[in-house]
């Protein structure tokens, strides 16, 4: 029964830490009437929750497999009483980012689920299963259009004051219905971090999810401000409107990971990519509020269907240091949050328009979907190298005028020559010499008609044994009709003499 509630509570302390992480941001607009805040820096007091809430992610993510999501989830919900308590306090623009960095400690508890819960279900699920934690983004939206309405009511001071006793009731929670018994990995992250920083999978996934889970971030924290400073709109309107974007992304992020179970994860991440830079080219021209709207919800679509599909990828390529990965690649993912607020007020403090950042943004994203179509082809190539080394059958590849230029680990293992030794020789290197000149005429002759010729030559190893081969040659011809190169497979089959 233990096993059955993670998910859902999991997902549940997700919306809780999301709640927390974006209080500053949705209720800045009340703050602002009681802390004198400087125009220039309102981008900084947006931000900064999300610098711990990224940096922190990488122990946290490991810390979940040394000590289990109960422990760390109970211990972070502990932890963020005391910034909630100070902001609820503030009255200077000090305060806002004392208290405010160390709210990120709600966004940074994202690592803690992604590494615990695909402990729970089989690889096959992985993707919806992370898909379906991570609409714990929901917590954002939460806060975003609930806090202003609150505010309204009884101040922004006391709104926050209402998230204590939430934090409380989530620490108990936990307390008593996590899962004590959760599979737990204690290798060293120095060893982990070694390992995966050579996969250069995780520098893919890390820029990935920078663009798709930064503009999600990156939208939340910028859309209140905006609305109300370029558009003119109430508080409570922008909250609303901001809520819908979030919601968004957040219901199809499960859809993205249900998608990558199902069909070719890269596919999915090109359209995804396509998405967002459509939809930031729209924002570029300063459309009206109706374009304007249209743009927001389809990088709200593509986003969260993206952040969806790269976590079924990252437990896929990094089982056993899936708590290193996950943290490494949600820090850049909350670190791509952070920059764009700030890059996008810097142009506009010089510009007087935000368009060369919103074109910016769309030039990066198609560069990464280049980048997906690029790593798609690579992997490809990979499963074809991982195959030819693989095979029990012995190969040798030669260019059209009959020179090695590749052979397998079996051709050495069958042969006795290595790679270096045979590399821009003949084949005729293996000759026996049983075989006469009539013999190879034949079969070049079949070769060179139908493109195959398969049956048994006795051929010479390194240590000048000779051996029973069953060989097959094949031609490989381009779209024009010439030969680009020929492949031979072989196998011993030598007949064993008692």
């Known amino acids: 029964m233990t096993r059955k ?95 405010g960095t160390f709210l990120g400690i709600g966004g940074a508890i ?5 590494t615990s819960l695909p402990k729970y279900y089989p690889k096959e699920k992985h993707g919806l299963i992370n898909g379906i934690y991570g609409m714990g983004n929901a917590g954002t939206a939460v806060t975003t259009f609930a806090a202003p309405v609150i505010a309204t009511k009884i101040g922004w001071s006391a709104t926050i004051k209402l998230y204590l006793i939430l934090l409380l009731i989530f620490a108990a929670l936990n307390f008593f219905l996590g ?24 520098w893919f996934f890390s820029l990935f999810y920078f663009i798709t889970f930064g503009s999600f971030v990156a939208f939340t924290v910028f859309l209140p401000n905006f609305l109300v400073d370029f558009f003119n709109l109430s508080k409570v309107d922008a909250g609303i409107r901001t809520a819908g974007f979030i919601v968004v992304a957040t219901l199809v992020r499960p859809i993205g990971g249900l998608l990558a179970d199902k069909f070719q994860p890269l596919f999915i991440l090109m359209a995804v990519f396509i998405g967002l830079t459509l939809g930031s080219f729209i924002l570029a021209f300063s459309p009206t509020m ?26 896929f390529y990094f089982s056993k240091q899936a708590g290193t990965a996950n ?32 074109m910016a943004f769309s030039q990066v994203s198609l560069a990464s979907f280049v980048l997906v179509l690029w790593l798609y082809y690579m992997d490809k190539l990979s499963l074809s190298k991982d195959v030819f080394d693989s095979t029990g059958q012995g190969i040798l590849v030669t260019n059209p005028s009959g020179h090695i230029i590749t052979v397998n680990p079996a051709f050495t293992r069958l042969t006795g020559y290595t790679e270096e030794e045979v590399i821009g020789k003949n084949p005729n290197v293996l ?48 779209d024009s009709g010439d030969v680009t190169r020929y492949v031979g497979t072989f196998s011993d089959i030598t007949p064993n003499i008692d």
């Open 290 to 315: 109706l374009f304007y709207t249209i743009a927001v919800m389809l990088i709200a679509l593509t986003a969260g269907i993206g952040n969806g599909v790269i976590f079924k990828l990252v437990p």
């Open 179 to 202: 899962d004590r018994k959760e599979q737990k990995s204690k290798e060293p992250i120095v060893g982990q971090m070694k390992i995966v920083f050579k996969n250069e999978k995780l």
């Open 431 to 478: 000759s026996s010499g049983k075989q006469d000149a009539s013999f190879y005429d034949a079969m070049w002759k079949q070769i060179h008609e139908q493109g195959l010729w398969q049956g048994e030559v006795w051929n010479r190893k390194k240590n000048g044994n000779e051996y029973l081969q069953l060989l097959t040659i094949s031609s490989v011809k381009d």
């Open 5 to 99: 509630l993670q998910l859902p509570l999991q997902t549940a302390n997700l919306v809780v830490g999301f709640m927390v992480w974006v209080i500053i941001s949705s209720l800045l607009p009340f703050i602002r009437a009681d802390v004198e805040i400087p125009t220039e820096k309102l981008a900084i007091v947006t931000a900064v929750p999300v610098i711990l809430g990224s940096v922190l992610r990488i122990p946290l993510g490991y810390y979940a497999n040394v000590f289990g999501a109960r422990i760390m989830f109970l211990l972070s919900f502990i932890v963020l009483l005391f910034p909630v308590y100070y902001l609820s306090e503030a009255n200077s623009f000090s305060d806002l980012i004392i208290g």
């Open 110 to 114: 994202f690592s803690v689920g992604v």
């Open 327 to 358: 943290g490494i690649v949600s820090m850049m993912g909350g670190l791509g949050g952070f920059f764009p607020p700030l890059l996008l007020s810097a142009i506009f403090s010089l510009t007087g328009s935000y368009s060369i950042g919103f």
